[in-house]
């Protein structure tokens, strides 16, 4: 979670003022440099979480149970369910 950092406290007197004269009392966002960006899902379990599921779904896919009976069991429509298959070519 992204949590706000007051300016005076990290940035030295002058650029706060030269920030100010162009964004005074605003919200900034200052995105991270390339070299430390990371990909979605890499901070936390999400993408390990997804992947796992996409693999339970293909799993109830390849054994006979409906894309229907799967879009109803992980609360998604068919139409995702389709998606989720097709990406892996199982659609």
């Not at 950092?5 to 390339?34: C, F, M, W």
Request: charged content about 25%; some cysteine; proline content about 4%.
């Amino acid at each position: 979670m992204m949590a706000y950092t007051n300016a005076s406290e990290v940035l030295p007197a002058q650029l706060l003022e030269a920030i100010q004269n162009h964004v005074d009392g605003a919200y900034l966002y200052i995105p991270r440099k390339e070299e430390n960006r990371r990909r979605w899902g890499e901070g936390n379990d999400a993408r390990t979480l997804l992947r796992a599921r996409n693999a339970a779904i293909r799993d109830k896919y390849l054994h006979g149970t409906p894309v229907e009976d799967i879009a109803a069991t992980y609360c998604l429509s068919p139409k995702t369910v389709y998606k989720i298959l097709a990406a892996t070519r199982l659609g």
